[in-house]
């Protein structure tokens, strides 16, 4: 483990109940793997299908972001700054996310320029892919 909830953040400014990443595996060049355990006593899952937990899809594409947010953050000439969702292509919900699984967040940065990184996402539970998506980042001073 690269990262864990306590090193996030101190890295990003999320915190509960919005901090949707539990622990960064690890950074390699542009590619970055994060966990997000769910649990039952999450928020979310008081009014969202309360007879039947299911983690919202938004939910699911914030905690990839915040992945490539610590990734961004994390490099020396970005330390300081913030990480802001710029946009959002191309995303496919293909399995529900439900109490118990545990969430594996990759994603790789395949284009950065001018402060504005293009990410390439995806989250999976056993290996069954729940959500894909394109990202764009904007790193911004403070």
């Known amino acids: 483990m690269l990262y864990n909830s306590n090193e996030i953040q101190e890295i990003i400014p999320h915190r509960y109940p919005f901090l949707l990443v539990d622990r960064i595996e690890s950074i390699e060049g542009n590619k970055v793997v994060g966990t997000k355990c769910i649990s039952a006593n999450e928020m979310q899952f008081l009014g969202h299908f309360p007879e039947k937990h299911i983690m919202p899809g938004v939910l699911q594409l914030e905690a990839l972001a ?74 911004s001073d403070k």
């Open 66 to 139: 915040q992945t490539v947010a610590v990734m961004l953050l994390s490099k020396e000439e970005n330390k300081g700054k913030i990480g802001l969702f710029a946009g959002i292509d191309k995303a496919r919900f293909k399995r529900q996310v439900i109490p118990g699984d545990v969430l594996r967040l990759e994603a790789e940065v395949i284009r950065e320029r001018m402060g504005i990184a293009w990410v390439k996402a995806v989250a999976s539970v056993d290996g069954e892919v729940a959500v894909t998506a394109e990202m764009m980042f904007a790193v």
